[in-house]
């Protein structure tokens, strides 16, 4: 029906006929003379249709935004200074010799020709409609190519394609499962998987070596930005390997990416950060290198103040007191002191304390803080000279249990980075390693895996499983770029009596254990290789290399935020006769206003 693209028309073909097809991206009418922005995948190419070509210029006055044409014409040069640099094919217009309505549009919900700030429902609710702009083509054609690159690359290296199960079993672990009910099994139930965690463990111990797959993974939680109820995954996993070599690899498969999608050059070799380092300097395990603020621990200095604030988190071995220096920040209003104040708040936090350095050389007296008469002066001069205070500058103080500070202050670093144009250009990767194994919870009495309960502890550490399993460091590492985590990993565990012992801790007793992942204690028996992987977030790496601020606007069909979709109207009520087949009986919910 075509034989080119509107976008792959140029001055090559001039003087050449040609036949496009696409969508009327915009039409003008210019004495007479009437103009036709044809769009398709490719790109947008200029119609013109002359009167004195009368059945082409009929039709050309019936079109209308977003109608289907055909389109005959000859290619022509523009004439001189009319280019449009702007286009690929912005040297050239088609003459028009035949003009063809293959299908009329309505007027759609927003327009496709202006870059207007749109409803988001209105653009999932008529998403075909919204892919049509060329910026969503666009990401989506760059997902393509970033996808086709990371699988040429595995490829290239050993890797093997293989799909692991979309039905499986439930864990006890993570987030929560969809589940799918069995008609040919009453009253059970499949669980999607979170990930192919475990099938890609078995695929090692099978003698597979090096796996891959692009997965579709499946989490019922609570939605954020970079987060859906599905999900793509880069999955790897890889049989006898170290953390070394491994994360080499990792590397190597992002900076030819970079290099090859965006032609930017990444470091050789990333930085590595420890864990500990991470939250200690910036409250948060996936640190923004481009912001140059830091926390600061002064727990030391506030142990012997009066002020139960700050001495009682500063004697607490799970409390910590935090600094937080802004350059030039002497010149935030009180209003916006107390808009930070909110939203520090967000994170658990009581309150901000701040001290405004007006007069560095005036000592006290150039200090301005309501905490400033509970601090000794001692104390603040320790303060002024850890943190590196200059005039002009402006100090926050976190104090609580250490995680909500972390938390807390880690997020307004990163907000006022944003906020004063602190940001600094280009791309910052980094790895963050030597995770703790478990993290206790307070309110459920039991610890946690950082990770996942797969994950292998370091080999001088396997004792501190008995003895002290809170100082108990993995084989973790993650892949983080800008501020945002690309992928997580780890060495695995291969050992039965290491599995064991980590169920264990976790709270995780003989018979479940054997319910939940009997498949792979016994796997684990058969001679299971040492061995390792990643799992990198595909949404994620393409919203980063797009510039874009969601990932629902690089996936073609994202949920909303309370995981539902607009176009089809998901999740839906099942007929009666679909849940008798299930055994299935619903439980009434009471009506919100009896409640």
């Known amino acids: 029906?075509?034989?080119?693209?509107?976008?792959?028309?140029?001055?090559?073909?001039?003087?050449?006929s040609v036949t496009i097809v696409g969508w009327m991206h915009r039409r003008r009418d210019h004495g007479g003379v009437i103009f036709i922005d044809l769009r398709d995948r490719e790109g947008l190419v200029q119609v013109v249709c002359n009167p004195e070509d009368e059945?082409?210029?009929?039709?050309?006055?019936?079109?209308?935004?977003?109608?289907?044409?055909?389109?005959?014409?000859?290619?022509?040069?523009?004439?001189?200074?009319s280019d449009n640099p702007d286009l690929r094919s912005g040297k050239i217009e088609i003459i028009a010799k035949h003009v063809?309505?293959?299908?009329?549009?309505?007027?759609?919900?927003?327009?496709?020709?202006?870059?207007?700030?749109?409803?988001?429902?209105?653009?999932l609710r008529h998403r075909y409609i919204d892919l049509r702009r060329p910026e969503m083509q666009q990401r989506l054609r760059m997902r393509a190519q970033i996808t086709r690159h990371l699988r040429n690359f595995l490829d290239d290296h050993g890797f093997l394609d293989i799909e692991t199960p979309i039905l499986t079993?439930?864990?006890?672990?993570?987030?929560?499962?969809?589940?799918?009910?069995?008609?040919?099994?009453?009253g059970e139930f499949f669980a999607l998987p979170q990930s192919p965690q475990l099938f890609k463990q078995l695929l090692m111990m099978s003698g597979m070596d090096r796996y891959y797959q692009v997965v579709?993974?499946?989490r019922d939680e609570d939605l954020r930005a970079d987060r859906q109820p599905e999900f793509t995954q880069l999955d790897i996993e890889t049989s006898f390997v170290d953390e070394e070599a491994f994360m080499s690899l990792m590397e190597e498969l992002i900076r030819s990416l970079f290099a090859n999608v965006l032609e930017e050059a990444?470091?050789?070799?990333?930085?590595?950060?420890?864990?500990?380092?991470?939250?200690?300097?910036?409250?948060?395990?996936?640190?923004?290198?481009?912001?140059?603020?830091?926390?600061?621990e002064v727990s030391d200095l506030m142990k012997s103040v009066d002020f139960k604030v700050f001495s009682g988190p500063a004697n607490d071995e799970r409390g910590r007191v935090a600094a937080l220096k802004v350059p030039g920040g002497n010149e935030l209003t009180r209003?916006?002191?107390?808009?930070?104040?909110?939203?520090?708040?967000?994170?658990?936090?009581?309150?901000?304390a701040y001290i405004k350095v007006n007069d560095l050389e005036a000592g006290r007296e150039g200090l301005q803080s309501p905490i400033l008469k509970f601090l000794p002066d001692e104390v603040v001069d320790a303060i002024m000279q850890r943190v590196g205070a200059q005039t002009g500058d402006l100090v926050f103080f976190g104090a609580d249990k250490a995680t909500i500070v972390n938390e807390a202050l880690g997020a307004l670093r990163v907000k006022l980075g944003h906020d004063l144009d602190m940001v600094e250009k280009g791309w910052r990767p980094l790895w963050v390693v030597a995770f703790p194994m478990f993290e206790w919870d307070d309110k459920t009495n039991r610890w946690y895996a950082l990770h996942h309960p797969f994950t292998a502890p370091r080999e001088s550490d396997i004792e501190l499983l008995d003895k002290d399993p809170e100082h108990c460091l993995s084989r973790a590492y993650d892949m983080v770029l800008n501020g945002t985590e690309l992928g997580g990993g780890s060495i695995r565990i291969h050992q039965t009596e290491v599995q064991k012992k980590v169920f264990e801790l976790l709270g995780i007793g003989e018979e479940e254990a054997k319910d939940k992942f009997g498949f792979l204690l016994e796997a684990l028996k058969y001679g299971c290789p040492p061995h390792g992987g990643l799992a990198f977030g595909l949404d994620r790496l393409v919203m980063l290399m797009t510039g874009s601020a969601s990932i629902r606007d690089v996936m073609a069909f994202p949920k909303t935020q309370s995981a539902s979709c607009?176009?089809?109207d998901a999740p839906s009520e099942i007929a009666d006769e679909q849940l008798r087949e299930l055994n299935i009986r619903l439980r009434k919910l009471p009506n919100a206003d009896t409640q």
Do not use: W
């Open 169 to 186: 079993k439930a864990t006890p672990e993570g987030a929560r499962d969809y589940l799918v009910p069995s008609r040919t099994h009453p």
């Open 335 to 352: 209003k916006e002191i107390d808009d930070y104040t909110k939203f520090v708040g967000i994170y658990g936090a009581k309150g901000l």
């Open 216 to 218: 579709r993974c499946f």
């Open 100 to 123: 063809e309505i293959l299908n009329t549009a309505e007027t759609p919900p927003f327009p496709l020709n202006e870059l207007l700030d749109v409803n988001e429902d209105i653009r």
């Open 566 to 568: 607009l176009l089809t």
């Open 266 to 296: 990444l470091p050789n070799p990333f930085p590595r950060m420890t864990y500990a380092e991470a939250m200690a300097r910036f409250g948060s395990d996936k640190p923004d290198l481009r912001i140059p603020l830091e926390l600061v």
């Open 55 to 81: 059945d082409s210029f009929a039709v050309a006055e019936r079109v209308r935004s977003e109608y289907v044409l055909k389109i005959e014409g000859r290619v022509n040069l523009r004439p001189a200074g």
């Open 1 to 16: 029906m075509r034989s080119h693209y509107c976008g792959e028309v140029n001055e090559t073909l001039e003087g050449q």
